[in-house]
């Protein structure tokens, strides 16, 4: 298996629709006007040496090195930057150009070391590749005097060389190789949008220079990877690359991160990952990463990972190292019995967000067929289920209506209680190009956000509410929509029904949903209310993407309905640069929705009630299905303190961190009498597991993931796993265990099986992804190359439904006790609960969770940066360190969720989404007093931890 070839043409393609032909070296060739020479000429089979031209930048025109000649002008002009005109003709190569190119590359050659032997980039250096292009065999110049090579010259200090920097975790920054060329500038400013890269000095004194001539750990750089791939030289280059060498082989496969769901090229050398590329055709980001998905793969190959099936008796016990046969037939004793003795209901599962859609799939077969009930659920419906339950009462389907590519065409975008430039930096940093060519940016959130204040992409109104008020804020916008007559009345008319548009517009004009009113209790002023709701009435296509500071609120399922509601009165549907985008916050939370991992919903976001949807699964499984919905995870857990609820199957997932109320969570896990973990860590919620069987990672295993945007994308295994299996074959034993008759060979089999099951799958094959490299569902008879927007003619419902959204205060109140408000959210270097970025070099910028709180609220409480403060409510309390800044508003704190250490979820109550049980995680009364150091619950948690992750013969087990 070779390495995966990418053509770069220099420059970008153009977008134009007219074409221009020319003749380049006597072949004719038709591209869209607005291409350059050099792409055109790479299009025609013909290269053009460069070296500051890459097709992910804007042509620089600064190396000199793709000059031309053509017919009727004079001079050699660059390539890149010269566009196609009609009949041009081109020469690219004669003699007068071979000699400049030789010329230049001497004086390139001159100023840089000749290591090439010895160099991390042997092998794969665009210098090297240039001097073999042009011919170079000799340098004229020498390399005497000055230069930024050598640190002495004839024993002199040299001031213009630099030592290495090698501050960053992932990679290291050569001055002495640098080139000048500015692609790594021009990638951190045209791809990226942070702007943390410059050019220094100028002349022969000109050097890269991240910020104000600082170390890269030390400036705003965000190691999205984008100057180390744009890099021609080794100036910067990954350290794995340096330690492993050049990789030999590479298969294309899927990020296991967030909802974006990017696309790279993990190039191996044997079993050995040397680095992850991105893939300049995945369709989601389109040759981009963040630090996440770019380098830190390391928790794959990390020494805390647990290879071997454990079982123990009793959580007190340490765990005993058994063979797989032993734990699966443990495993399946444990759940007969327990279903024998407590009833067929008192065992049941929980899927994984991170795991493959086939592997998910397996999870909720294996309960609904093998334990017979619906007990099963997933931390999807703890983020994400009011996106199902909204979306699918307005618009008749639970996702997202667009793709990626869509932002590019917007005009106004709206973001709603989400921070993509924290936590689906992919998708921000193309939003943000999007807005620095000049779409407009609200921003509705109640911190300033690095969304709110992006360099050269700021937002242009950030409504600052107060959590709990999106509701409020949201029928404030569509008060002014309708009371102005901002609404597209023709749309509506045609693909909404009238009579609850009426309905809805006379309950959003009435008084007390006007800005005015809404200011008293959301804390936004009234003109930027009105402002932001003209501006995405008016301003083009309106395009609204929201997280989980919509979802994560006992409003969550009005919240998403209000959303929906204002996309349809301003017609902002069915078409690019529009639509209503939930920004899902892990890998395949989408897919573990669509593949049935709710306790009422069969795959394909069918109730498990319908006789005929029950009767397409019976026939093919050969078992009778309950028809009544299951226990969701809080169910589970009030029934096990009950007594009623004693086993449960937890793959993938860490509900003792990431779920609400922790010592609700404890206590139900640690009433149940068979709990298995089925992970790739001693995880929190393994300490009151007994059993435990490993996983395999992304990199172990084949299968799909489904991102924020409904897509498709295949995940390839790139070595063996080390725990011995991948995930989807750990279930089908279990199953067998169980006494099912399954017997996949390979997880498209599983697919074939969702397939024949699910009607928007129903097109879904590897046969058809390896073909087209990914699909967006519905992908089926009607749309056999699925649907990368959805409602283009009509609303799958059929007529587009407005529903009133009356705002309801959360019963979660502050008072003299608990006067602040706590918000949680993530940040850039860290995932979820941290088991994997923790295991990874990204502790060098989140080494723990903070305390966000505003100097007035810190200065009452007597608290300094960086104090220990303890943050107590209702629930329980815990300690960790203040950062005092103004990015939240007074009377607001916020923390993060990342570190076992603080956790945070011991703070936040069980209120949750009226319909769909979905915790209310953003809005917890709490108080902040300062702190001697961890809490006793913290400390009783912290000998509970290390007690339980003993394993017999081994001095201790790592977390």
């Not at 791809?191 to 000109?206: C, K, N, P, W, Y």
């Not at 709990?468 to 804020?473: E, H, L, S």
């Not at 996983?695 to 011995?724: Q, Y």
């Not at 879904?764 to 490299?773: A, F, H, I, N, P």
């Amino acid at each position: 298996m070779p390495l995966v070839s990418e053509i770069d043409y220099g420059t970008p393609a153009s977008r134009s629709t007219e074409t221009v032909t020319l003749t380049i070296d006597g072949r004719q060739i038709t591209v869209p006007a607005g291409t350059s020479v050099m792409r055109a000429s790479v299009e025609a089979g013909i290269q053009v040496p460069k070296l500051c031209a890459t097709d992910m930048v804007d042509a620089f025109g600064s190396c000199r090195l793709c000059l031309v000649e053509v017919d009727g002008r004079n001079g050699t002009p660059a390539s890149c930057t010269t566009p196609c005109a009609p009949g041009m003709v081109v020469h690219t190569q004669t003699e007068r150009l071979k000699q400049i190119r030789k010329g230049v590359m001497e004086l390139y050659i001159s100023d840089h070391p000749l290591d090439c032997l010895t160099c991390a980039a042997n092998g794969d250096c665009e210098l090297q590749d240039m001097a073999g292009a042009v011919g170079l065999r000799d340098v004229r110049y020498g390399y005497e005097g000055e230069n930024h090579v050598k640190a002495r010259n004839d024993g002199d200090i040299n001031a213009k060389w630099m030592p290495k920097d090698e501050s960053n975790p992932y990679f290291t920054y050569d001055p002495s190789k640098c080139i000048v060329c500015s692609r790594c500038v021009r990638a951190c400013e045209e791809v990226q949008g942070t702007f943390a890269l410059t050019i220094e000095g100028r002349g022969f004194d000109s050097r890269v220079s991240p910020g104000m001539h600082e170390d890269f750990l030390s400036s705003e750089c965000v190691s999205c990877g984008a100057c180390v791939q744009a890099c021609p030289t080794a100036t910067l280059t990954e350290k794995s690359v340096i330690a492993i060498g050049q990789p030999e082989h590479s298969a294309v496969t899927t990020c296991a991160y967030c909802g974006v769901g990017c696309s790279f090229k993990a190039e191996m050398r044997g079993e050995e990952l040397v680095r992850m590329v991105p893939f300049k055709d995945g369709k989601a980001n389109r040759g981009h990463s963040c630090v996440k998905g770019r380098f830190a793969y390391g928790y794959a190959t990390h020494q805390d990972r647990i290879l071997n099936p454990m079982v123990r008796e009793k959580i007190t016990d340490p765990w005993r190292e058994v063979t797989w046969e032993e734990a699966l037939a443990h495993v399946a004793s444990e759940f007969r019995r327990l279903q024998y003795q407590y009833g067929k209901d008192s065992i049941g599962g929980i899927t994984s967000s991170r795991c493959t859609n086939e592997e998910t799939f397996l999870v909720q077969k294996l309960i609904r067929a093998g334990f017979g009930n619906n007990n099963v659920d997933t931390c999807a419906r703890v983020c994400h289920s009011p996106t199902g339950y909204g979306l699918g009462q307005a618009f008749g389907t639970s996702a997202g209506t667009q793709d990626f590519d869509s932002v590019e065409h917007s005009d106004v975008i709206m973001v709603i209680g989400a921070n993509p430039s924290a936590a689906h930096p992919v998708f921000a940093s193309r939003m943000k190009k999007r807005i620095r060519q000049g779409a407009k940016l609200i921003v509705l959130d109640p911190r300033e956000t690095e969304t709110v204040t992006s360099v050269h992409a700021k937002a242009d109104y950030h409504l600052p509410l107060k959590p709990g008020t999106n509701v409020a804020v949201i029928t404030a916008l569509a008060h002014v929509i309708v009371t102005e007559g901002l609404f597209n009345e023709a749309f509506i008319r045609e693909r909404c029904d009238w009579s609850e548009f009426e309905d809805w517009a006379a309950f959003v004009s009435e008084p007390q949903h006007s800005p005015e009113e809404t200011e008293k209790f959301t804390g936004v002023a009234a003109d930027l209310v009105r402002g932001a709701a003209r501006l995405y009435a008016k301003g083009g296509n309106g395009a609204i993407y929201y997280g989980l500071g919509v979802t994560e609120h006992s409003q969550g399922s009005t919240t998403v309905m209000a959303i929906a509601n204002l996309a349809m009165a301003t017609g902002n549907i069915g078409r690019p640069g529009v639509g209503v985008n939930p920004l899902r916050g892990q890998n395949n939370v989408q897919g573990s929705c669509d593949m049935g991992s709710f306790p009422h919903e069969l795959p394909g976001y069918r109730h498990v009630s319908d006789d005929a949807t029950r009767d397409t699964f019976e026939k093919l499984w050969g078992v009778k299905l309950d028809n009544e919905p299951g226990l969701r995870i809080p169910n589970m857990l009030d029934a096990a303190v009950d007594g009623s609820f004693k086993g449960i199957y937890i793959q993938g997932e860490d509900i003792l961190q990431s779920d609400p109320d922790t010592k609700h969570v404890s206590a139900g896990l640690a009433a149940m009498e068979c709990v298995v973990v089925h992970d790739l860590f001693l995880n929190e919620t393994a300490n009151y597991a007994h059993v435990f069987l490993p996983g395999s990672t992304f990199l172990e295993k084949d299968g799909t993931f489904t991102n924020a945007e409904r897509r498709i994308n295949r995940v390839r295994k790139v070595m063996s796993p080390k725990n011995g299996y991948a995930d989807w074959e750990v279930t089908q034993m279990l199953a067998q265990a169980m006494g099912l008759p399954w017997n996949y060979s390979h997880p498209s089999e599983i697919m074939d099986e969702i397939a024949a099951t699910t009607p928007s799958f129903a097109g879904v094959s590897y046969d058809l992804l390896e073909k087209m490299g990914s699909v967006q569902w519905p992908c089926n008879e009607k749309f056999p190359e699925g649907s990368p927007i959805m409602h283009v003619n009509g609303f799958v419902r059929g007529k587009g439904k407005f529903i009133r959204t009356e705002y309801v205060a959360t019963d979660e109140r502050t008072g003299p006790r608990f006067p602040l408000l706590l918000t949680t959210g993530r940040i850039l270097s860290q995932y979820n609960v941290g088991a994997q970025t923790r295991r990874t070099e990204n502790v060098a910028w989140h080494a723990e969770d903070r305390l966000e709180i505003h100097p007035h609220d810190a200065e009452q409480r007597g608290i300094k940066d960086g104090d220990w403060v303890r943050l107590a409510s209702r629930a329980g309390e815990t300690t960790l360190r203040a950062e005092i800044t103004e990015r939240v508003s007074p009377g607001v704190v916020y923390t993060t969720f990342h570190h076992p250490e603080t956790q945070a979820n011991v703070i936040t109550t069980d209120f949750s989404d009226w319909a769909t049980n979905c915790p209310e995680y953003k809005v917890t009364a709490v108080q902040v007093a300062p702190s001697n150091g961890p809490s006793e619950w913290q400390q009783d948690y912290e000998d509970l931890s290390r007690q339980s992750r003993r394993i017999a013969g081994k001095l201790e087990a790592a977390e």
